[in-house]
Nanobody, 127 residues
Framework: EVQFVESGGGLVQAGGSLRLSCKASGFTADPYAIGWFRQAPGKEREGIACISSSDDSTWYSDSVKGRFTISSDSAKNTVYLQMNNLKPEDTANYYC????????????????????WGQGTQVTVSS
């Protein structure tokens, strides 16, 4: 059974930083794209960052580019999201997801059925 365990969320003041982690287990397929979505109350789910297992290439949404950095540690089966200069509008539930077929440039495609999802971790940024 494939499982993702996200951690690292919490409450932080605007301008602060957090690092999210997503540890995968029960998964052996390769290559794949793994990354992060977020969803705030009353808003659509938004794909924000992903990384390719084949060459570590990355993709970011415009909303986080330059502030967030995605990385992975294949030995630990873990992907990270370093979030700097956080803003109140970054407040959301953050989810890890993985897909076996989607090119990273298409991460966040609306209506696409991603292969695996984590349970989410809450990030709250106070002003």
């Amino acid at each position: 059974e494939v499982q993702f365990v996200e951690s690292g969320g919490g409450l932080v003041q605007a301008g602060g930083s957090l690092r999210l982690s997503c540890k995968a287990s029960g998964f052996t397929a390769d290559p794949y794209a793994i990354g992060w979505f977020r969803q705030a109350p009353g808003k659509e789910r938004e794909g924000i960052a992903c990384i390719s297992s084949s060459d570590d290439s990355t993709w970011y949404s415009d909303s986080v580019k330059g502030r967030f950095t995605i990385s992975s540690d294949s030995a630990k089966n873990t992907v990270y999201l370093q979030m700097n200069n956080l803003k109140p509008e970054d407040t959301a539930n953050y989810y890890c997801a993985l897909d076996l077929l989607l090119p990273i440039r298409d991460w966040g495609r609306v209506g696409y059925e991603y292969d695996y999802w984590g349970q989410g971790t809450q990030v709250t940024v106070s002003s």
